[in-house]
């Protein structure tokens, strides 16, 4: 069984920074995707960020690309996203989940979900 566990968020002025973890319990032997989406308020749950288990290859949604940045350290069984240059747009609850997805950006193939974790960028 995989658990997932988000932390990280909080309020921060538009500008400025905040590093997401998930700490990850995944079976070994176990090749799954890992990826962050969000809600924001009034939306649907959207895609932000994904990378393999290998972490060789990562993926952005065009509206983080360039400032914010996916990785994972299976060692300590963390994944991070790093988000800089937030914007008040940025304001959501962030959930990281894993799955073995045909589309990586779809987020109904995705099996394993945290419960999230609010971030609020003030303007």
């Known amino acids: 069984q995989v658990q997932l566990v988000e932390s990280g968020g909080g309020l921060v002025q538009a500008g400025g920074s905040l590093r997401l973890s998930c700490a990850a319990s995944?079976?070994?032997?176990?090749?799954?995707?890992m990826a962050w989406f969000r809600q924001c308020p009034g939306k649907e749950r959207e895609f932000v960020a994904a990378?393999?288990?290998?972490?060789?290859?990562?993926f952005y949604a065009d509206s983080v690309k360039g400032r914010f940045t996916i990785s994972r350290d299976n060692a300590k069984n963390t994944r991070y996203l790093q988000m800089n240059s937030l914007k008040p747009e940025d304001t959501a609850v962030y959930y990281c989940s894993a799955g073995t997805p045909g589309l990586i950006f779809n987020i109904n193939e995705y099996r394993y979900w945290g419960q999230g974790t609010q971030v609020t960028v003030s303007s």
């Open positions: 995944i079976p070994r032997f176990s090749h799954y995707v």
């Open positions: 990378t393999n288990w290998s972490g060789g290859s990562t």
